[in-house]
Each structure stands twice: as C-alpha cells, then as structure tokens.
C-alpha cells in the first residue's frame, strides 16, 4: 500500500510525479491512497517510498490536459478516479474520444465544474486600492472560490495587472503579485480591507446599465449564482432593482407625450439647411 | 449651470447606454501586460463581469460619450426632442473611469459610443481622442469597442480601427423605409456604406505587403450591428433575410437584436409596448441556425404563413415538425449535416456523437451520458435501443413540447 502526500500549493506536479512513479511500477490503483494536505492525519503516515522514477511513461494529451484541470477539483476522489482512468488507458487506446464511459464522463464532469469555477473567479474578483503611494499601485482582493482554483487562476491575474501589485486572499491558497514576481501562500481568514470609493461609481453603473422592463432573475443568478454575492460590491443593488423595476417601467408607459424642447426646433432647422446647402 | 458630479453623469450616460445590446468582448487578438509596461489583456473569451437583473452580461463600460443629440430618431430615449436629462463626460472622465473600474477588475474595457453633437466628424473625433489616450497614454491593453457614427470622415473611421478591437454601426431598424420613417436623419445607405468601408479596410490590413509585412491590425475583433425588432412592422423571415446580407456582404461578427424596450418621454409616433423579449430570443436562436447548423432563411421562416418564427417553439423544433418526413435519423448512420437538424443536439453534441459511434453502437443511455436533452431529440431519432415508433408521426407531437395554453390575464 502507498500512501501519497500532496501539498496544497503545487498539488498538480506532485500528483503528476507521483502517478507517473506509480504507473511506471504497475501499482495498481486500490494500491493507492492520495493524502491532500494532511488531512488524512497520522494514521496513514507510515506507508512505503513511492517507487523510483522509471521508463517513459506514455499518456495521451488529452488525459494529461484533463488531469492537470481536475486535480484543483473538491471532491476527496479526484486524485484516485484520475489514477484509476490512468491505469485503464495503458492498454484501453481510444478511451479519451469515448463520450459513453461512465468513469470519463465523470471526470469531464469535474473538470467543467473546474474551469467554471476559474472563469468565476476571473469574472467576480473584486480589487480595492491599498493605497500606499510608491512606484506600483497596489491592491488586495477577497474570494471564496468554490473549488482550489487560485493557483491555476492566478497567472491570468499576473498577465492582465502586471503593472500593478496585488493580492488575492482567500481561505484556501493566498496569492501574491509583488514587483513582477507571482507567489502563493496558505489561506488566511478573511482580511479588513480600506474601503474603495470607485465601488460607488461601480454601484451606480450596475444600477443604471440595467433595464428594468427586461426583468430576468434566473437569467442572472444562473450566470452569477447567489454565493458569490457577498463578495460583490454591485450585488447588494440587486434587491432594489428588482423591487423597483416594474413601477419604473409603468412610470414610463404612462407618461404622456410631451411638446419638444425650443431647442429642438432650431436644430431641425439647422440641419435641414444644411442638406439644403450640401445638394 | 452647476457642474454636474461624476457620479451623475456616469448614472446618465450609462441609463442612455443600455438599448446597445452588446456587451461581447471576444474574439479579439491576444494581448498581455507581461513586460509591466501597460495594463490589461485579451484572451480569445470575453469575461462577464456582472450581470444585471436583466439576466444581461455587463462585460464592458458601456457609456456614451454624451447624451446630447441633433438627431431625432423615434425609438431612441436620446433624440433631440426628449426632455432626457443631458450630460456630456470630458475626455479625462472616460480615460479614469475605464483605467479605475479595469484595475478593480469590474470591466474588460470600454464600450463607448455617443449622440450626434455638433457634426459626425466632430463626434467621431472626440471619440477617437479618447481611445487614442487610453492606448498611447495609459497603455491600455484591455478591449476596446467604439461606435462608428454616419457620415463621419473614413480617415476618423480608418484611426478609430487602429484603436479599437471592434468597430460597430447600427443599422437600427430591418428596412429602408422604416429607417427613413422612424430616423429621418439617417441614411441607410451611408451606413451600409460605412460598414463596406470597414470591410474593405480590414482586408487591406490584413494583406501583406511585397515587402512581407503586414500592416497595422484593424478592429481585430471585427464589426458588428444592432436592429430593433418590434419597433415596426416588419416581419421575422424580413428581419433574417436582412441578417444574411449583413452577414454576406459586409462579414459582420453579430448581428445583435434589441428588442423595442419602454424608454422614458416616448414620443407618440411610437407607443410604447411589453419589450417582445421572447421573439428576440427566437431571432437569436434563428440567427445561429443560418450560421452555424447550414439552415437557410427559408427553410426556417417557412413554417408559418406570416413569415414570423413560432414564439412557443424554437426553430428548429418547429422546423422538424413539419419536416417529419426526414425523421427519424439513425445517430449511428447518420451525417453531421444531419444529425445538425436533430431538434437538442447542438454542435457540441454533434461532435460527440461522431467521435463516440466510433467505438460504440450508441444507445439512448450512452447519448443521456453525453449530456444530450433527449426530452426533445426523442421523437426524431433511432438508436442502437431506440425507436420511437409512431411517435414522429403522431398527430399530437406538437403539443408535446409547446407550453399549454394559458389564461388571458384580465389585468
């Protein structure tokens, strides 16, 4: 029996290495046992080296693509249902094209729910200005991704900011952007950021680019569910859009038509000498 | 006059900025910030930011420039004749906001469109101004989408597309005529000029020259239209067949439709009415039948006698029932043109099927697996375990699938 540890920051090299050493022994996967972040305790602690590095290990691109998406996944399991698709591919060629087979569409499944939960975070990441003078901006950030997606997420972040230092903190993995240079470290509890004066400019954006006479609640919460909501400066609009929305629209329906503004008049002049002049 | 706050200005130039349907900032060329000289980056996918109660993206800053307008076009809360508050936002208030709420990670980019003030040159000018800044001062990296206005000079519309990712122009409304109805000030033969210009300078750009380079990249996500649907009275198989000359002639990415939504101080030429937001969905759905399943308008359109798209069933559902004779399809047989037409079967499910009846028969379980909505596919076609019998033919399919009727509300 072998008892793998994998670390919170760099679970998907060591899960790679580790499958590679034992795919390459023929250890077969109810052999295995995967220990994400200790939380498996001491009990299990005293298990055999993982086999040495051996020949080359063949999989196909497609697999390894997948596996380096579902390792940041939730579930306990992933580390052994992506071993157990592993072991089944050394002599199941095709496997990976087959929509059908319960144990792929599995781990399809779960990897969706991974690249969500990053588009997520790309999506509803929220910065606020630390201000502290200096040469680089600087801003922090608080999220609560739904699976461990800060560190495949992160280098996003580092392409878009990089003129600017940040930070996104969230329960689970911190990341770091300082002078450049991108670092992860253990989650922390949720920090006292400075309140942001842009999240009012923000809010009053959100409140007016809506319209209320095209009212679609589900619309909405199925593309920016309810969890995330209580990281979202705009969201705490929301309620009184949708109080709001119906009376507003009445309002307009029931306005009468109004006399056009002087103004008008003599710009409607103006324009038609104009083409006049022009023919 | 007082000076307006920022604040009130975004609340106006945002409200007047919302009937513009689009929000996408996608499909434009890669960009980062890596080297830590500029900000932002374009990936392929646009990113929504937020969406409002409107169950709408909001990727971008949409605002205009200002809500001042010499035109008068009927439908448009911003014409000349409303009583609509104005305001106009300086160069600088654009160039912070966008660089502000982009550093907050609240946008992709700008939106900016504007009225008419003064001439469309002037217009045009300021706008272009405005991206120029954010590209060459603030080395902003982000997405840029600018309206063309008509008539403006092609050397402003030639800057704006080395500025911008996307250059649109709205063609408005499906017909001339309801164009010279409801904007009189607008031509729609120089839109569709403007548009043809556009095309034709991407192409140049997108030549090498003989000395093997290229020129500078020109609105490389492309261009786009918007027409507002229910604002007159042209029909639906009317509206697509404007579509698919759009889309031929001058290579548009998306034609965008808007459905005619309530604005305030309406004008009596134009009663205001429940935006046909059901409809619109129809279009969309109608839209990416003549893109990407190799329908052609009349195939689609011919359904009903109007020339209008069933509003209880989606196109394709309703296509298929009166083109039962085709049905059923063998998923394990049939071509990828045809398994296209299989009511519930998008591209995605498509490509599965074809690269898993590659090492199975496909049952109806298998297809479930794949995540196929066989709710609707049922009727229309055969499996390795599946048959559905007389169930294509029977005289009641329809209702099936089209919701039941419901009782006229009184109120």
């Known amino acids: 029996m072998y008892t793998v540890p994998l670390p919170r920051i760099g679970t998907d090299l060591a899960w790679r290495d580790a499958a590679k050493r034992l795919i390459g022994a023929a250890i077969p996967p109810e052999d295995v046992l995967w220990d994400f972040g200790g939380e498996m305790g001491e009990l299990f602690a005293t298990a055999a080296p993982l086999p040495p590095p051996s020949r080359r290990i063949k999989a196909p691109q497609s697999f390894i693509q997948m596996a380096d998406t579902v390792v940041w996944h939730k579930d306990p399991q992933r580390f052994a249902r992506l071993y157990a ?69 992160a280098p996003f972040f580092a392409r878009r900011f990089a003129d600017m230092d940040w930070m996104i903190a969230t329960p689970d993995v911190t990341a770091q952007f300082v002078d450049g240079n991108l670092s992860f470290h253990p989650g922390q509890p949720k920090p006292d950021l400075p309140k942001d004066g842009a999240e009012a400019l923000w809010g009053a954006y959100f409140c007016n680019i809506f319209n209320p006479a095209r009212v679609k609640i589900k619309a909405m919460t199925s593309e920016m569910p309810k969890k995330y909501w209580k990281n979202l400066p705009e969201a705490q609009h929301i309620h009184d859009l949708i109080a709001g929305a119906e009376a507003k629209v009445q309002k307009m329906q029931d306005a009468a038509p109004t006399i056009p503004p002087e103004r008008a008049q003599r710009i409607r002049r103006q324009l038609r000498q104009q083409k006049g002049d022009d023919q | 006059m007082t000076r307006m706050a920022l604040s009130d200005k975004l609340a106006i130039l945002s ?38 109660p409107d169950g709408r993206c909001i990727s971008l800053l949409k605002i205009l420039m200002t809500n001042f307008c010499i035109y008068d076009c009927a439908y448009c809360i911003n014409r000349v004749s409303s009583h609509v508050r104005r305001a106009r936002f300086s160069a600088d208030e654009v160039v912070q906001l966008t660089i502000e709420f982009y550093r907050r990670n609240y946008i992709e980019g700008l939106f900016l469109s504007s009225g008419i003030i003064r001439s469309p040159d002037a217009t045009m000018s300021d706008m272009v101004q405005i991206a120029k800044r954010l590209r060459e001062g603030e080395n902003f990296r982000g997405y840029i989408h600018l309206k063309t206005i008509p008539d403006a000079a092609p050397e402003l519309i030639e800057q704006a597309g080395l500025y911008a990712d996307r250059l649109s122009i709205n063609v408005e409304l499906p017909t001339d005529n ?29 030549e090498k020259s003989y000395t093997g380079k290229r020129g500078k990249r020109f609105a490389p996500a492309g261009q786009s239209t918007q027409m507002i649907v229910g604002a007159d009275r042209s029909t639906d198989a009317t509206i697509l067949g404007q579509s698919t000359r759009l889309y031929g002639a001058y290579q548009l990415r998306r034609v965008y439709y808007s459905a005619f939504s309530p604005i305030p101080d309406a004008t009596a030429q134009l009663p205001l009415i429940k935006p046909p937001l059901v409809r619109e969905h129809r279009l969309y759905q109608a839209d990416w039948l003549l893109r990407f399943y190799g329908f052609g308008v009349d195939e689609i359109t011919a359904a009903r006698p109007d020339g209008n798209l069933d509003l209880e069933l989606d196109p394709k559902l309703a296509w298929a029932l009166q083109n039962r004779a085709l049905f059923p399809v063998d998923v394990n047989r049939a071509s990828k043109d045809m398994l296209l037409r299989v009511p519930g079967f998008g591209t995605r499910t498509v490509d599965r099927i074809l690269s898993t009846r590659r090492h199975r028969n496909l049952r109806y379980g298998d297809l479930l697996q794949m995540g196929t909505p066989m709710k609707k596919a049922q009727p229309f ?8 019998g007389a169930l294509t033919d029977s005289a009641n399919l329809r209702t099936r699938f089209a919701p039941p009727p419901q009782q006229l509300s009184l109120l």
């Open chain 1, 85 to 153: 698709m592993l072991w089944r591919l050394r002599h199941e060629t095709g496997l990976m094209q087959d929509r059908a087979d319960q144990h792929l569409a599995k781990l399809r499944q779960m990897e969706k729910g991974v690249n969500r939960c990053k588009h997520k975070m790309k999506a509803f990441v929220r910065f606020r200005d630390l201000r502290q003078g200096g040469d680089r901006r600087s801003f922090a950030a608080w999220f609560e991704p739904t699976h461990h997606t800060v560190e495949p997420t």
């Open chain 2, 15 to 52: 409200d007047a900025a919302r009937y513009d349907a689009s929000c996408a900032s996608s499909g434009t060329a890669r960009r980062d910030s890596r080297d830590g000289k500029g900000l932002g980056s374009t990936e392929g996918s646009g990113i929504c930011h937020a969406y409002a």
């Open chain 2, 178 to 206: 309801s164009v010279k109805a409801y904007a009189p000030e607008k031509n729609p033969v120089t839109i569709r000029k403007a548009m043809g210009d556009v095309k034709s300078r991407k192409e140049v750009a997108s």
């Open chain 2, 381 to 388: 076609i055969v499996a390795r375990d599946w048959t559905p």
